[in-house]
Every structure is written in C-alpha cells, then in structure tokens.
C-alpha cells in the first residue's frame, strides 16, 4: 500500500539556519505529494504541494521539488525563524483512491532565537 | 467564514461509555475524513465520507461509527470507548477528487481512562 516516511525528529535549529526535512514515499501510480504544518493547538493547514514530476512546490519560504526518480519531497527552507516552531508532515494522494491523504509521521522542528 | 469547526475540545471518558465527537464544515465540500494523531505515528484515517449518505472505512476503522446524513455535517461515534482510543482526533473536509487542500479543524483531545 502507499507510504510515506520522513526523517527521525525532533530537529532543532538556531535562527536563520538552514532547514531539511526528509520525506520519501512509496505509491501506486502517480501521487500528488503534500506538505502541511501544525502549530501548536492547531489543526493541519496547507504549507505546499506538488502535483507531478519534476514540480517545485513554494510558499512561506519553503520549497520542496517533487522527484519521482528518488521518490522524494524533500522541504527546504534558507533561513528559519522561530515562528516556524510546528510539526510537519509530509503526504501523499494517489490517484485511485481521490482525496484520501497518507501522512508520515511528522518532524518537530524547533528554532531558537 | 467558520470553515471546519469542532466539538468538544477536550474531553474525558470512562472505559465502556460512548460519546460523539461533532464536526460541520460551512465549505459545501463533498467530501469529509476523520483521523486520529498519535505520538509517532502522524495522522491515520478512521472514515470517510465523499458525499451524503455515502461513508466508508479508512486505515483504523475499529470501535468507531460514522454517518452523514448532509453535506455539512460528519459526526464520529465511540460505541464503548477503550484506553486505546485516547488520542486527538481531527475532522478534514476538501472537494472531491484531488488534488485539493483538505482544510482542518482544530482537533478534539480525547482522553479514556
């Protein structure tokens, strides 16, 4: 079945540092791939998707490339600040099964002043 | 805009009694998920819903109930809850068919004890 798999956490960070969150997938066919977060006491809000091959997700700074050689969605970030302090997670859409969403596990990540 | 909302916030169980954990989305999307978020493990999909009178079963199903009888309204039923249902539970909703954004609620923290 699909799967998505993201490095260990929790990862902690001093301000303006540079950010790697690791996300590999498994999936049938062609899944669009996502990126949400989760401040604390929140719910999951969109940070960023990618929808096929080769597509670059953006938004808040972040970015993730959609890499079906590897199977990957990395997230990147230049220069993280402390209100990026939240939980993130990677997932994944395949096509056959619409709107339902797989998640990893989701990283803590943690930026201190 | 409300988007999704949810009831209660907190809530503590004995073993064995039964509850129903509200969610209502004001988006008119077709379709709704619940997931519960446990530590290590991400999000996981318990039902789903792709339109009214229309619900199925998502990756942890067990000892739990789901009906939706309008496009608005998705509630989650324990039938006799159990310590291994303590968790934070949160209801998503998007169009249907993807890849949308699912838009989340602010989660339900459950506790049996």
């Known amino acids: 079945g699909d799967s998505v798999t993201q490095m260990e956490g929790p990862v902690t960070l001093s301000e303006e540092a540079f950010l790697t969150i690791n996300c590999t997938y498994t999936?049938?066919?062609?899944?669009?791939l996502f990126w949400y977060v989760q401040y604390p006491g929140e719910g999951l809000q969109l940070l960023l998707k990618?929808?096929?091959?080769?597509d670059k997700g953006s938004n808040k700074g972040f970015e993730a490339t959609y890499r079906k050689e590897t199977t990957s969605f990395h997230l990147e970030k230049g220069s993280v600040q402390v209100s990026d302090s939240a939980v993130y997670f990677c997932?994944?859409?395949?096509?056959?099964?619409?709107?339902?969403?797989?998640f990893g596990e989701g990283t803590q990540l943690t930026v201190n002043p | 805009n409300a988007g999704v909302t949810q009831t209660p916030k907190f809530q503590v169980l004995k073993t064995g009694q039964s509850m129903t954990l509200q969610c209502a989305q004001d988006?008119?999307?077709?379709?709704m998920s619940w997931y519960r978020q446990d530590p290590g493990m991400g999000l996981r999909l318990i039902h789903y819903?792709?339109?009214?009178?229309?619900?199925d079963q998502g990756e942890v199903p067990n000892g739990y109930n789901v009906s939706r009888s309008t496009t608005e309204d998705f509630p989650l039923r324990l039938l006799s809850a159990a310590p291994s249902q303590t968790s934070v539970y949160f209801c998503?909703?998007?169009?249907?068919?993807?890849?949308?954004?699912?838009?989340f609620g602010p989660g339900t923290r459950l506790t049996v004890t």
């Open positions: 990618a929808t096929k091959a080769d």
């Open positions: 997932a994944l859409s395949a096509g056959t099964s619409g709107s339902r969403l797989t």
């Open positions: 988006m008119n999307h077709e379709y």
């Open positions: 998503a909703s998007s169009r249907l068919a993807g890849p949308y954004e699912q838009y």
């Open positions: 819903s792709v339109g009214a009178g229309i619900t």
């Open positions: 999936a049938t066919g062609y899944p669009s």
